[in-house]
T-cell receptor, first 114, second 113 residues
């Protein structure tokens, strides 16, 4: 079985401040880990992924995430948030040997205020 | 047209109606997915197709019936739905069954009255 927890329904941050969106996961075996973003009235867009190798992964729009195996976490970070980063963010996991079965979290709403 | 296209964007139906959602991908991918998105809940994987093989979530009611006539098209046939089926239905594709990145359509917002 696999699961993803995003403990915060909403994160509020002022523009220019650092942004962190938390994600922890549970999976038997080796994971692929992902972050997706959803803007209003749109589908999810891929931001970044961890497959193997370097624990710090850089993605689109200045976002990065750090894979921490001991804490089973994959937190999303951005050093300086923009108002345009306001959106719904989803963490997802998939076992490397389990095709098709992506497990998503419930999402975290990010609100960046000017 | 590029990407993953879903039609219609919005659908309102009664509980006795029969309707279908359509998804088309223009990415040359070989795997397609249906997800259900309800507010404040994890995305629920409903069905996955890859090269005529299907994986399904056993908790999905039989009133939802998928069809994948080829690698570019995916349908979700709906009949005798319940109000709790109201949600955003998202289609996605990946390069192949191992492909780690999903490409999503904009979804069909379904309301069941």
């Amino acid at each position: 079985a696999q699961s993803v927890a995003q403990p915060e329904d909403q994160v509020n941050v002022a523009e220019g401040n650092p942004l962190t969106v938390k994600c922890t996961y549970s999976v038997s075996g080796n994971p692929y880990l992902f972050w997706y973003v959803q803007y209003p009235n749109r589908g999810l867009q891929f931001l970044l992924k961890y497959i193997t190798g370097d624990n710090l992964v850089k993605g689109s729009y200045g976002f990065e995430a750090e894979f921490n195996k001991s804490q089973t976490s994959f937190h999303l970070k951005k050093p300086s948030a923009l108002v345009s980063d306001s959106a719904l963010y989803f963490c997802a996991v998939r076992r490397t040997d389990s095709w098709g079965k992506f497990q998503f979290g419930a999402g975290t709403q990010v609100v960046v205020t000017p | 047209e590029t990407g993953v296209t879903q039609t219609p964007r919005h659908l309102v139906m009664g509980m006795t109606n029969k309707k279908s959602l359509k998804c088309e991908q223009h990415l040359g991918h070989n795997a397609m997915y249906w997800y259900k998105q309800s507010a404040k809940k994890p995305l629920e994987l409903m069905f996955v197709y890859s090269l005529e093989e299907r994986v399904e979530n056993n908790s999905v009611p039989s009133r939802f019936s998928p069809e994948c006539p080829n690698s570019s098209h995916l349908f979700l046939h709906l009949h005798t739905l319940q109000p709790e089926d109201s949600a955003l239905y998202l289609c996605a594709s990946s390069q192949d069954r191992e492909g780690p990145i999903l490409f999503f359509g904009s979804g069909t917002q379904l309301s069941v009255l």
